[in-house]
Every structure is written in C-alpha cells, then in structure tokens.
C-alpha cells in the first residue's frame, strides 16, 4: 500500500444491467463516456456478482462482506418504513475505516431498514404503502450514523417508496406536506412528500452532495459510500438526456447515471485527488423489467447483454453485474480481468489494503480482491454463492452453476410456482459452454450437482463461505425455508 492512505468512492448503481455499459456491450447503441474511461484507465471485471438479485440484500453483503441471507432477511427487500436488517454489533466496511482515521460519509440511498420515531398508530403496510404514525420531528435510530457512517444524507428506502422526505445523519430535514404519486416507468408509490423535495432532482441533489464531500474532505483519507437511486424507478431522466440514448427514457437515465459517474471524477481531478483514490463503481443487481426489455429490444439493446433473466432471477442477468475499479496509484489502465469476484468483497480487499486482520466474526463471506488489482494472482475465489428474491440460493464454482430451485425464482419465465411439473427440482448449467443457461444437464452430471449442494450445505451450516471459526447465522435458521436441506445434512 502506499504510504498515504487511499480515498475510497463506491458507486453503486440500483438497477443498472451488465449490457447497459458500453465497454461491456459491443452492441450497445449508445456510449457511456464516463464509465468507458474508468475501463480505460482502470480495471473491468467481467464476471463481477451481487451477492442477491434485488437491492436490500445486495446492498447488506456490500457493507458487511456477509450474505444476506445469514440476516434475518432470508428473501425479498425491505421498505421506507422498515426495521434495520444489519445487526448492531456487525462492523461495516464504514465501521473498519473509520477506526483507521478516515472520514466516512453515505450519501444517497440507504435501503437497509431504519427505527423511525413512531406514533402508537403506526404498523407496516404491504406492498411499501405509504404508513400513519411516524414522528418527523423525532429522532431517528439506526440510520447509516448508527454503521460507521459520520455523516448521512439521502432517503431511507428507494426512490419509488415513500415517505419521500431526506433524512440528514438521524433527522428528518422536514416534514412532509403533501402526497404524491406517479405512473408509467415514472412509478413512484402514493406517499408523503416533503416540501421542495422532487423525485426528478433527486439524483442531481444527492451527486451535488457528494461533491461538497469531496471538497471537504480533500485534506484527510476519506470514504464515500455513494448508492444511487437510478436507474431504478422512478425511471426520469434529466431534459439534457432525454432522447439521447436512441433507446428509451431507460436508456437516457443511464446515460444520466453515466453523467453523475463524470461529475465524480471532475471533483477528484479538480482537487487534484484522482490519482490516490479507489473509485468503484458497480451495481446492486440487473436490470428491472420496468426498463422495458421488448421496447429496448425494437431499439437493438438488451439491458442483460448475453445473459438469461433480469433483476429478481436467480439467472446470471439476475445478479451479474458491471464492476470497475479505477486507482492509478496501484492498479494499470485498460484492464480486463475475468476472475469471478462478488460485490462483498469489498470488506476484505479494504482490511487488506490497510493491513487489518478481520476476526472470526467480521466479513465471513468477503474476499480480497487486491492481489487481482496487483496482478499478482489471476483467481482469488474459488466459488460465489446467489440469491433470487425468492430466497433461493445458487452455487456458482468454475464453469458450474447449481441452483438450487426449478425454475428462475425471480420474475422471468418460469416464475416460482409455474414452473414445468415435469422439469428437475435443481438446475445445473455449464456456463463454459452455455452462458445463457438454456440446457439444464443436471441428468447428466449428478455427482457435480451432490458435490456443489455438499458445498453450499457447509456454507450454510457454518456460518461462513471463508476460512475461520464456524459462526451463527441470524433469524430463524435457513434450512427452516430451504426444503433441500435435510437431517442427514445438518450433520455435515
């Protein structure tokens, strides 16, 4: 490491697909700019994984280096209004700099569940609604302050689930007077909207913040966690963007997206910062169908690029995402490493470059990626576990991929429930062969499909996918929702 400790910047897109960069799309029938020139003067990983297929436990891996499913969230997402889902004595990636004298800062969205200040009448309500009973003047526990983070500001959940208000550190920074709603791939959910807050800004808002951050940290190591709310819904590209792409207003907004990433690096230039910070970016899962898939298709552009499925799917364009890494201090330009590496890596690549040992019960499912920046090893892993927003889970190991349900246990074809009665309980791809998972050949190799299921059996049980002590899984125990595991299996 160098003697000066590097600056971190992590972007993380919400909903971004691994065609949706021009680096990684010869076909793509627009040019990202911005994050072409982090490929050129960085390092593209082509076989980069969220740890899930959907946002919440994505994001849990990403600061924690543990699957989510370890968490007491074993499936779905949680919404504006949720409880925390990372426990509090779980050291974060915030938590790991901050001891090391760092200024940490999270701007943007959140997502992970917080403790607002409720009224006796509040409950949770399905489907992300909009919830009586919150406090806006009160204080808030467990927002990101409450993880490492000594300053916060952005929104508690995505951008198209309410209440729509910004939240500084652990206050709200107003009180909401109005409800709003939208449709379309405009979709945001009716819900309280604080004065002057307007979705369409959002994402400008919350880059400008970054950059005041930037500024005012110029003079100390500093780490920026940065979560975009785009190109989620709602999909709303700013008017210099709209028409742009020659797709649709998805394609705008990732070119909106690209912009933001521009932005970034003309703040770290103009302090002259660029040379000893780590900026990352990446994205929390693949592309929604609320991007229209059949509309980009008549516009020749396919948001998963070569890879079955979309966002939710336990398929590879369910979880298979971009991942750039920019440090010209360390890493050389124009680079393209196709190591299987996973989004909760970041924990342990971090400790390594600082010289931290984890313990036993920090980053169990984390490994460094440095020695792949140094081009000192070609592999680091040996396999990646995912997660559908089922809940069901995928071994990913060399060329093989065994998962763990029948059909894509997200939102592609076939849905759970409506998958052939006739087909295997299990898949098993050769992604060496057939990188679009479309011939199940679990018949013809049983014994690798038991040897990755025995795998995955002992990641479960032991709490950990690394080496280490054997840890607790959080919550109820996972084989309480997972049919596949056994009696004989808990004696593994």
Request: glycine share 8%.
């Amino acid at each position: 490491m160098n003697e000066q400790k590097p600056n971190i910047i992590y972007i993380l897109a919400d909903d971004m697909g691994y065609g949706d960069v021009s680096a990684y799309n010869p076909d793509c029938p627009f040019c990202t700019p911005h994050l072409d020139n982090m490929c050129a003067e960085g390092i593209r990983f082509t076989d980069a994984h969220a740890a899930s297929a959907v946002c919440t436990p994505s994001r849990y891996s990403v600061l924690t280096g543990r699957y989510s499913w370890r968490s007491v969230l074993k499936s779905y997402v949680v919404g504006g209004y949720s409880a925390p889902i990372i426990e509090k004595n779980r050291t974060t990636v915030a938590d790991l700099l901050k001891a090391q004298g760092y200024k940490t800062c999270m701007i943007g969205k959140w997502h992970l569940g917080m403790d607002f200040p409720k009224t006796p009448e509040f409950f949770e309500r399905e489907d992300f609604a909009a919830c009586d009973g919150i406090d806006y003047c009160g204080t808030i526990k467990q927002s990101p302050t409450a993880y490492g983070f000594e300053y916060f500001f952005g929104i508690s959940g995505s951008l198209d689930m309410p209440p729509y208000v910004y939240i500084e550190n652990d206050r709200f920074t107003a009180i909401p007077d109005t409800v709003t709603q939208s449709g379309g791939k405009k979709f945001w959910r009716r819900g309280p909207t604080a004065p002057g807050f307007v979705h369409e800004n959002v994402l400008d808002e919350l880059t400008d913040k970054v950059c005041e951050k930037i500024r005012e940290y110029k003079d100390s190591p500093f780490f920026i966690y940065f979560p975009l709310p785009a190109p989620h819904t709602p999909i709303l590209p700013a008017k210099q963007f709209q028409g742009k792409s020659g797709t649709n207003e998805y394609g705008d907004f990732v070119l909106h997206c690209d912009d933001v990433v521009g932005r970034v690096q003309a703040q770290l230039k103009k302090y002259d910062l660029s040379e000893n910070t780590i900026l990352i970016f990446t994205s929390d899962n693949g592309c929604s169908p609320m991007a229209d898939y059949e509309e980009l298709a008549q516009k020749g552009h396919n948001p998963s690029y070569v890879f079955r499925g979309t966002k939710a799917d336990i398929y590879e364009g369910g979880h298979r995402v971009p991942c750039i890494v920019r440090w010209p201090a360390c890493i050389r330009g124009n680079r393209i490493s196709d190591a299987l590496v996973c989004l909760s890596d970041l924990m342990a690549t971090i400790a390594d470059i600082l010289g931290i040992t984890l313990k036993d019960n920090e980053g169990e499912d984390s490994v460094s990626n440095y020695a792949l920046w140094k081009e000192e090893r070609a592999e680091v892993r040996t396999d990646t576990v995912h997660q559908s927003i089922d809940g069901s889970l995928s071994l990913r190991q060399g060329r093989w991929k065994l998962e763990m349900c029948p059909g894509s246990g997200g939102w592609s074809y076939p849905q759970p429930g409506k998958e052939d009665k006739t087909s295997p309980r299990f898949q098993l791809y050769d992604l060496q062969n057939d990188i679009g998972e479309k011939i199940n050949i679990i018949k013809e190799h049983p014994d690798i499909a038991a040897e990755l299921r025995k795998r995955l059996i002992a990641y479960i049980l032991n709490g950990r996918s690394t080496p280490g002590k054997k840890q607790k899984n959080n919550g109820r125990h996972i084989w309480d929702a997972i049919t596949w595991i056994d009696e004989s299996d808990l004696n593994l």
